[in-house]
């Protein structure tokens, strides 16, 4: 493990260097990375959960007070500070029972637990959480050398035994709770984009856009230098303010991503101006510095934009990070359209993306390479975020990259196709919309009214006019109603410009401690209607909410609406629990309540174009396959030359013929059904089945479904056969590998999990092979 004393600002936060050691079972090298050690975190936890309840008490006893009759002060002991030796290793440490007397009273374990003989499994495997995380802190105090970050660990240490001597949660005491400035990094970042360039082209202020995020995502994975360090480098500096934020850093930011018992917030939320002049000199420095060792590696397309750009645009925001009087860090910014007058406004900007934690300094420009291109993917980068996630065993019936690469060569793209008002009769409905947004024609902000600050003259124009336009298109909702609404400051409104004028927008109200928006108005006016600027409409209100962490959305729909919104993935069949929003939304007579719930890895904005794409993609490998079936090939001629026989397999073309052929007799849907269903059930008994009979369950694996996107289990599997949803042998091999998959990606090999998945595996291809599904 490094020492602190040779960490320097301006490398990435690496998990294992300085101030946050490895992730434990990550090896406390450099190139662990946190991602990986936070997963493998995960695992340990899962793995403690699933224990029988007699080991979970045994763990929970050293930690808990003793509740023996008498006057015993006894709280647990492991709950004394951290003396000055090592600490145990984990076998050591795991070795009690119950039946053991306490090290610190004359009790037996046992009197330590019996506040937990009732308590729910969910409770319990929460306070195991808690416990492994002030085990890992327990050693992360032992290997710090820095007297300021040992304090907050020791701190955070003694808060999270309190919480398991209470079986609260953790709730850190602070006199402020985060965002704690205002405007964060992330919006002053966001408002530079829009003062200095908001007057480009579309081409041009995306390129500027992907050096925003660029820029970002390096501060939200940064390695803050230590108080003391930063005295020795900048002694007039002002090192009081500097501890606070260091503090408030390692406690929100920083720590939180191993110990997952504390709530984890983005650097660029919750810090503003301040910390970023703390760090931005060094930072633009040392990352300018990089990139020019790094540029051989850089794609040729990156290179121009990190190695010219870059220093121009960090040059830039130079000036307005310390400039005194920089409007960008106003919060009642808006970039207007001439002259750059300000407004207030809460804008839809592109979501700024958090990727994967960088492992070391030496793969800084991963941060570079992981921003993607295309106008609007903004949470799923379109390329791998690093050469080993191209190692990653493949799935039966995956498409080779290579292939798709290939192919998606041959595909315009849909950013070079020429501009015009002519589409397509198979376009999809908000190409139109989208083209008018990419040329400047439309814009879209969210607003509402305020109390609290100056009004401001163009954003109450605005809302006059959405209040019109509510008004002539809903004629039986009473105008003054619709007032009130719209001018409403808990209230905000997706509006839509066009030529400087409101045609339209959507009024809604955020509950975020219900975990649902209610959609109260939404309307285009009629002559800018057939458009689809309706859709267009939905889908940024969408991605604005999922940026803010609420993925349902709740209306009430009158006659004239219902179609519009089936047509946006609303439903009647309501997602959010009705205890959650009786009593806070509004009813209406004589309307349909409607829900639709978002799924945050969709970019709904540039959704219509990705299935374009992927339509384009798989018609283009069918053309190619057909190709291959239909070519003709020569005759043989080696029997003019005195061959008696050759084998089957060298002629020519017969192995697609053979290929094609096999399981034929399975075209037969019935045939098909037995067959797997006779397969899946050997499966299913098989001794190694057991750890992927039913989905995994969070509480058990609370990190399983940010390391696995696509998850698969028996159970699952045996619903899609019930429902005929395996119509060709390769999507029923494709969920069973994905099984497989799944599991050596998330565990270590020396898992149980990892074995079970291994036997299992080599057991179902047999029994593929002797149902004749694939070649013996």
Not at 384 to 408: F, Q, T, W
Request: aromatic residues 10%.
């Amino acid at each position: 493990m490094a020492d602190s004393a040779g960490i320097q600002q301006g490398s990435p936060a690496i998990g294992a260097a300085g101030l946050v050691p490895a992730a434990p079972g990550a090896g406390g090298t450099e190139g662990s990375g946190a991602a990986r050690g936070s997963a493998r975190i995960a695992v340990k936890k899962a793995q403690l959960r699933s224990s029988p309840r007699p080991k979970k008490l045994e763990k929970l006893g050293v930690y808990s007070s003793c509740k023996a009759e008498g006057a015993c002060k006894c709280n647990g002991w492991k709950s004394q500070n951290p003396p000055p030796t090592p600490p145990q290793t984990e076998q050591q440490s795991n070795a009690v029972n119950l039946q053991e007397p306490c090290r610190s009273c004359s009790h037996t374990l046992g009197d330590h637990v019996t506040h937990l003989e009732n308590v729910s499994e969910e409770e319990m495997n929460r306070l195991l959480g808690i416990v492994l995380d002030v085990e890992y802190l327990y050693t992360c105090i032992h290997k710090e050398e820095d007297a300021d970050t040992k304090q907050v660990y020791f701190s955070l240490f003694k808060l999270l035994r309190k919480s398991i001597l209470q079986m609260g949660k953790p709730m850190l005491e602070a006199q402020e709770s985060p965002p704690f400035e205002k405007p964060s990094i992330e919006q002053g970042v966001n408002n530079f984009v829009q003062y200095k360039f908001s007057h480009l082209p579309s081409k041009e202020r995306q390129t500027i856009m992907e050096l925003a995020k660029m820029f970002l995502n390096q501060i939200n994975y940064w390695q803050l230098e230590t108080p003391s360090q930063r005295r020795q480098r900048v002694p007039n500096d002002d090192a009081a303010g500097y501890k606070v934020n260091y503090t408030r850093w390692l406690c929100y930011c920083n720590v939180p991503q191993f110990c997952d018992s504390l709530p984890r917030y983005e650097t660029t939320q919750i810090f503003g101006r301040t910390l970023l002049r703390s760090v931005f000199t060094v930072m633009r420095k040392q990352l300018l510095e990089q990139a020019r060792q790094e540029k051989d590696k850089l794609p040729p397309e990156k290179r121009t934009l990190i190695l010219t750009h870059f220093p121009k645009f960090l040059s830039m925001l130079e000036e307005e990070v310390y400039s005194h009087n920089s409007p960008i860090w106003s919060q009642d910014f808006l970039a207007g359209a001439a002259g750059g007058r300000l407004q207030m406004s809460v804008t839809c900007l592109p979501t700024i993306p958090t990727v994967p934690h960088h492992p070391n300094r030496a793969l800084l420009m991963r941060a570079f390479l992981c921003v993607h291109s295309p106008a609007g993917e903004k949470r799923k980068p379109s390329e791998p975020l690093s050469h080993e996630e191209n190692k990653r065993p493949r799935v039966v019936g995956d498409i080779p990259m290579d292939l798709i690469n290939e192919v998606m060569a041959t595909i315009a793209d849909p950013a070079a196709i020429p501009e015009t008002s002519l589409l397509s009769a198979h376009s999809a409905r908000d190409e139109a919309a989208r083209l008018e947004e990419r040329r400047g024609v439309i814009e879209f902000h969210v607003i509402g009214n305020s109390l609290n600050q100056k009004p401001n003259k163009r954003i109450l124009m605005w809302l006059v006019g959405l209040q019109n336009v509510f008004s002539h298109q809903l004629p039986r909702m009473p105008k003054e109603y619709i007032t009130r609404l719209v001018f409403d400051p808990k209230h905000k409104t997706l509006s839509l410009i066009k030529d400087g004028r409101v045609i339209g927008g959507i009024c809604f109200r955020m509950f975020p401690s219900q975990g649902f928006t209610e959609i109260v108005f939404c309307a285009v006016t009629s002559n800018e209607q057939v458009k689809g600027y309706g859709t267009h409409l939905m889908n940024h209100l969408k991605e604005y909410h999922i940026k803010h962490e609420i993925l349902n959305f709740l209306t009430y729909a009158d006659e004239y609406a219902i179609g519009y919104f089936k047509k946006q993935g609303f439903s009647k069949d309501i997602k959010v629990p009705k205890s959650k929003y009786v009593g806070y939304i509004k009813d209406y007579e004589g309307a349909t309540l409607m829900g639709c719930e978002l799924n945050p890895s969709i970019p709904y904005t540039e959704f219509s174009v990705i299935i374009k794409k992927q339509k384009e993609i798989i018609k283009k490998l069918i053309e190619r396959k057909q190709a291959q079936i239909r070519k003709v090939y020569p005759g043989l001629s080696c029997f003019k030359d005195g061959v008696r026989q050759i084998p089957i397999e060298s002629i020519p073309g017969i192995r697609m013929l053979f290929f094609f052929s096999v399981g034929k007799e399975l075209k037969d849907p019935d045939q098909l059904y037995s067959t797997l269903k006779t397969i899946l059930q050997h499966v299913k008994s098989h001794q190694n089945a057991w750890p992927f009979m039913e989905p995994v369950k969070k509480t058990e694996a609370p990190g399983y479904y940010q390391v696995i996107r696509f998850p698969m289990d028996l159970k699952t599997m045996s619903e899609r056969l019930k429902s005929r949803y395996y119509t060709t042998r390769k999507l029923f091999m494709a969920d069973m590998q994905r099984i497989f998959t799944n599991c050596r990606e998330y565990n270590p090999p020396e898992s149980e999990y990892y074995k079970c998945a291994n036997l299992l595996e080599k057991f179902f291809y047999t029994k593929i092979k002797e149902a004749g599904l694939i070649e013996k």
